[in-house]
């Protein structure tokens, strides 16, 4: 702190001096190197992918034929649908387990209990991406499997049984909420920690018991946490990529290469040298982010964009 | 008696989730000190010997004449590599956001906002575009850069440095004559350590787990980060491939092995700072 010290105690000379721009042309200066970054990787190449979503091979400007053209792809809708019966179970679960845990574990345990439990609930989180997945290949494998017996008990006997295509978006769901979900109660907790304590004291004076206590003040009162993790979580779960190619290549191409709408796009990409085609279907995903991204920016007053 | 049974149904919800997030892990942990065809037929927790994890390495490290080793070194070279640039160019920005005014700061601002927001994953396919349109395809930069792109990083600083540092303190100083690089470099800098470790951390750890577009952009094993490099693993395992796999040594053990290698570097990371991560979740937005 003694940096911070030293201009302080100098009497300032020349008071007259004021500059109508804070920091003169070091501003634009120092952000120039993450203006280059995000022209370079984040506003070029999505104006490119526009640039070959609206053009055919040789440059022409096509219209909308390239997006009418995927969405009439027969394998267009199923990947959407499967990615949004992936989302209807993640987010519920993400959304009731996460907050009912962090309010029993804020409410009704002993602090050290609760602590070790967060830990502990959070730790996979490091396992997040290709980890996950080879691990929960493992778990849902009935040859190897530690819970085999729970798989058995419910008709799955063979790798493949388990790998059905009716049951590819609760499995995404489950490894999803297994390295995500830690660290969520984790924040959920802290929001509830700031829940002044006199709010809560009177309510218990009023006679609420645990539940009354959890609907009508601690819910309520960490809503915008709640909300920001909806968004996020469904935003990147739109993009669900690794999990369905992972899959893919352990399944021996049981389960579809073209499961969730990026590897459709990977597919055009790559399997028929596409490009248009892959930027329309990145485009429509890349909208589907943004509006989740804008909406959270904008309406929820969780982000400061100016200080007041 | 309400109560009591209202926390025993707690409590064992609790305990199942409890199982379920760390028995995975647990088996995980214990798989390569067994043979593959123990881990079917003995108990899934039990503990083989230290000898069995010994063969596991060595299978492991002779696949494809140790390009493990190379897959790891690759994943620190792309990792750290963007954690360098990512440093260097993120913290100038947030403190350029937050404690001076030019044109168009708000836009960049806001700009910066809704991509840090935004899936990472939906610019992958773009920027795959775009680097194949550059002929970058392949190189070590085709990662480091788009890599080095932390929008996060950048509202982190911002949001360190609009709390932290009071704008009077730069005005003084700069009445007393000091230029604006020596304000950043002795008034900022030195008060950035916090935030520094708390960019880093989540530069790293996003780096090092990236998948996707190492697979798309690199062709090669060589160049492969260890994240795309079990990918090849696992196509190669016996248990998931019988085809390709056939003849190797590469077997579930082996497998389980490589997945604790490659997490380790973040495991620790992790064990070790649970508060910054936390801490970090949260500052992704202000709580006043």
Do not use: C
Request: glycine share 8%; net charge positive.
């Amino acid at each position: 702190m003694t940096a911070l010290d030293t201009p302080v105690v100098v009497p300032a000379r020349r008071a007259t001096v004021r500059r109508a721009r804070e920091g003169g042309l070091s501003g634009p200066l120092f952000v120039s190197g993450y203006v280059v970054l995000l022209l370079a990787f984040g506003v070029l190449p999505t104006l490119y992918a526009v640039y070959l979503a609206f053009t055919n091979v040789r440059g022409q400007f096509t219209g909308l034929n390239q997006f009418l053209r995927v969405i009439q792809d027969y394998r267009f809708w199923p990947a959407f649908g499967n990615i949004l019966v992936y989302l209807v179970f993640w987010l519920l679960l993400i959304v009731v387990l996460t907050v009912g845990v962090a309010i029993v574990l804020r409410s009704r345990m002993p602090a050290p209990v609760s602590a070790a439990l967060r830990f502990l609930y959070y730790i996979p989180g490091a396992l997040a991406g290709v980890a996950s997945v080879l691990v929960w290949l493992f778990m849902l494998d009935p040859s190897v499997s530690p819970v085999n017996w729970l798989l058995n008990s419910l008709g799955l006997t063979t790798f493949a049984e388990v790998l059905a295509p009716g049951h590819l978006s609760l499995i995404f769901a489950l490894i999803a909420f297994w390295t995500g979900a830690g660290g969520w109660i984790v924040v959920m907790y802290g929001a509830l920690n700031n829940i002044p304590q006199e709010v809560l004291e009177a309510a218990r004076m009023d006679g609420a018991g645990p539940w009354r206590m959890a609907l009508h003040i601690q819910i309520p009162m960490i809503r915008k946490w709640i909300v920001y993790m909806v968004i996020l979580a469904f935003a990147a779960g739109t993009q669900l990529f690794v999990e369905p190619q992972l899959l893919q290549t352990a399944s021996l191409g049981r389960v579809s290469p073209t499961w969730s709408p990026n590897q459709l796009a990977y597919s055009y990409a790559f399997q028929h040298g596409d490009f248009n085609g892959a930027a329309a279907i990145s485009l429509v995903l890349l909208v589907i982010g943004l509006a989740g991204a804008g909406l959270l920016v904008t309406r929820s007053g969780l982000f400061k964009v100016d200080e007041s | 008696m309400k109560r009591v049974v209202g926390l025993t149904l707690v409590s064992l919800v609790l305990l199942v989730l409890l199982v379920f997030f760390v028995l995975p892990a647990l088996w995980l942990l214990l798989a390569p000190t067994k043979m593959a065809a123990d881990l079917a037929s003995e108990s899934p927790l039990s503990f083989g010997s230290f000898a069995n994890i010994g063969v596991a390495w060595q299978h492991l490290t002779s696949f494809q004449d140790g390009v493990l080793f190379v897959w790891l070194r690759n994943s620190a070279v792309y990792a750290v590599g963007a954690l360098i640039v990512t440093l260097i160019t993120s913290i100038p920005a947030g403190y350029a956001l937050a404690l001076t005014k030019f044109r168009g700061r708000k836009l960049l601002l806001t700009v910066t906002l809704i991509v840090m927001i935004m899936p990472s994953a939906a610019l992958v396919l773009p920027v795959f575009l775009e680097l194949n349109l550059v002929h970058l395809i392949g190189t070590a930069w085709s990662i480091i850069l788009p890599f080095s792109f932390y929008p996060f990083g950048v509202y982190l600083v911002y949001i360190y440095f609009a709390t932290s540092l009071p704008r009077e303190l730069l005005s003084a100083a700069r009445l007393d004559g000091a230029t604006e690089w020596q304000i950043f470099t002795r008034i900022a800098l030195p008060l950035a350590t916090p935030v520094v470790g708390l960019v880093a951390f989540f530069s790293f750890v996003g780096n090092w787990n990236n998948f996707f577009l190492p697979y798309l952009v690199l062709p090669n094993s060589d160049g492969f980060p260890i994240q795309v490099g079990l990918n090849q693993l696992l196509s190669s395992t016996p248990s998931f491939n019988p085809v390709a796999g056939a003849g190797l040594n590469i077997t579930s053990p082996e497998l389980a092995l490589a997945i604790i290698i490659a997490v380790l570097p973040v495991l620790v990371l992790f064990l070790f700072s649970q508060r910054t991560l936390v801490s970090g979740m949260l500052a992704g937005a202000t709580k006043e």
